[in-house]
């Protein structure tokens, strides 16, 4: 099998070095957190169950941005690639409007991602830590959605599928939009117990992972 760049390849390589890049700013922000508050922003919770998701999460993450990468540098990835990376029935990894609309569209995510992390600052975390109490944020992108970051996220999945619409890649967005959908609502049962009228009443306000008008 051999490997080599091609235009229309290029949006699958681009998004497979943004997510890496996405995930190495992550863990910067990890080993600042640690340097700072002196834990390590709950990158290995320590509440059991937050340990057993990081067991699939983490090689969910590495498999993101490897497999674009990976497929982006075959010859003739539709026809040379094995039978997991090929682009499932219907759909084609070639297209170059959809490839760089959703390098596009990956580019926003990132970016409005960033905004995010900024107003969190010091509050920033990855998981759930029942003997730690951060404040809560309802300003800038978190007065228009809950989770800005796993909704930013999300998109960026989905980005990466458009370009590399392969089986493994449909499993890898699969599992990790799911893992999402299970930490948000995590998360939310968690700052519901710790701050109780003040979380329900954002819930009540303000959307998941979109956002909605709100009603006197």
Same mark, same amino acid.
């Given at each position: 099998?051999?490997?080599?760049?091609?235009?229309?390849?290029?949006?699958?390589?681009?998004?497979?070095? $943004?997510?890496?890049?996405?995930?190495?700013?992550?863990?910067?922000?990890?080993?600042?957190?640690?340097?700072?508050?002196?834990?390590?922003?709950?990158?290995?919770?320590?509440?059991?169950?937050?340990?057993?998701?990081?067991?699939? &999460?983490?090689?969910?993450?590495?498999? &993101?941005?490897?497999?674009?990468?990976?497929?982006?540098?075959?010859?003739?990835?539709?026809?040379?690639?094995?039978? $997991? $990376?090929?682009?499932?029935?219907?759909?084609?990894?070639?297209?170059?409007?959809?490839? &760089?609309?959703?390098?596009?569209?990956?580019?926003?995510?990132?970016?409005?991602?960033?905004?995010? &992390?900024?107003?969190?600052?010091?509050?920033?975390?990855?998981?759930?830590?029942?003997?730690?109490?951060?404040?809560?944020?309802?300003?800038?992108?978190?007065?228009?959605?809950?989770?800005?970051?796993?909704?930013?996220?999300?998109?960026?999945?989905?980005?990466?599928?458009?370009?590399?619409?392969?089986?493994?890649?449909?499993?890898?967005?699969?599992?990790?939009?799911?893992?999402?959908?299970?930490?948000?609502?995590?998360?939310?049962?968690? $700052?519901?117990?710790?701050?109780?009228?003040?979380?329900?009443?954002?819930?009540?306000?303000?959307?998941?992972?979109?956002?909605?008008?709100?009603?006197?």
């Amino acid at each position: 099998m051999k490997f080599s760049a091609t235009p229309s390849s290029w949006p699958a390589l681009l998004l497979g070095l $943004l997510v890496t890049i996405y995930w190495l700013r992550v863990l910067q922000m990890v080993m600042r957190t640690r340097l700072t508050a002196g834990r390590a922003a709950n990158f290995v919770p320590p509440e059991p169950l937050g340990r057993l998701l990081r067991l699939v &999460w983490i090689p969910v993450v590495v498999l &993101w941005a490897l497999v674009p990468i990976f497929t982006s540098l075959l010859v003739a990835p539709q026809q040379a690639a094995p039978i $997991l $990376l090929r682009p499932i029935a219907g759909l084609y990894g070639g297209d170059r409007i959809l490839g &760089w609309t959703a390098v596009a569209t990956a580019l926003a995510a990132f970016g409005l991602t960033w905004v995010c &992390w900024r107003r969190m600052g010091t509050s920033w975390r990855m998981g759930i830590d029942p003997n730690e109490r951060t404040q809560l944020i309802f300003n800038g992108p978190y007065a228009y959605v809950r989770h800005p970051i796993y909704a930013l996220s999300s998109l960026l999945m989905l980005a990466t599928l458009a370009t590399v619409p392969g089986i493994f890649m449909a499993v890898i967005a699969l599992l990790h939009l799911a893992l999402l959908q299970w930490e948000a609502r995590r998360e939310e049962r968690y $700052l519901l117990s710790l701050h109780g009228p003040a979380y329900a009443n954002y819930i009540a306000q303000v959307g998941r992972f979109f956002p909605r008008s709100r009603r006197q």
